[in-house]
Nanobody, 124 residues
Framework: QVQLVESGGGLVQPGGSLRLSCRAP????????MGWFRQAPEKERHFVAA????????SYADSVKGRFTISRDNAKNTVYLQMNSLSPGDTAVYYC?????????????????WGQGTQVTVSS
């Protein structure tokens, strides 16, 4: 089973930064659009950011625009999410995902392959 593995989560104080990584076992997703989503307890999974296969196109949820940056390094089979100016509202499990098709979407159902998630907790 092809899996995506997230890492880099943890506990950070408000205003701090974290860099999440999402690594694939090989180049199988190098031509896939990739995305980050997050889910807080008892809440729906929400879109955070997405990036095209070439890295030339990105999109962000309004709640993270200007604070988060998505990037990818296909040579390393890795997608990143740089998170700055974190607040308690950013606390959630963060998931990376790969889209099966070429449509550049922002809905969870448009992404087929998912990682197990990494916990991000923003608290003083």
């Amino acid at each position: 089973q092809v899996q995506l593995v997230e890492s880099g989560g943890g506990l950070v104080q408000p205003g701090g930064s974290l860099r999440l990584s999402c690594r694939a076992p090989g180049p199988m997703f190098s031509t896939h659009n990739m995305g980050w989503f997050r889910q807080a307890p008892e809440k729906e999974r929400h879109f955070v950011a997405a990036i095209s296969w070439s890295g030339g196109r990105t999109s962000y949820a309004d709640s993270v625009k200007g604070r988060f940056t998505i990037s990818r390094d296909n040579a390393k089979n890795t997608v990143y999410l740089q998170m700055n100016s974190l607040s308690p509202g950013d606390t959630a499990v963060y998931y990376c995902a790969a889209a099966a098709g070429r449509y550049f979407g922002s809905r969870p159902e448009e992404f087929t392959y998912w990682g197990q998630g990494t916990q991000v907790t923003v608290s003083s």
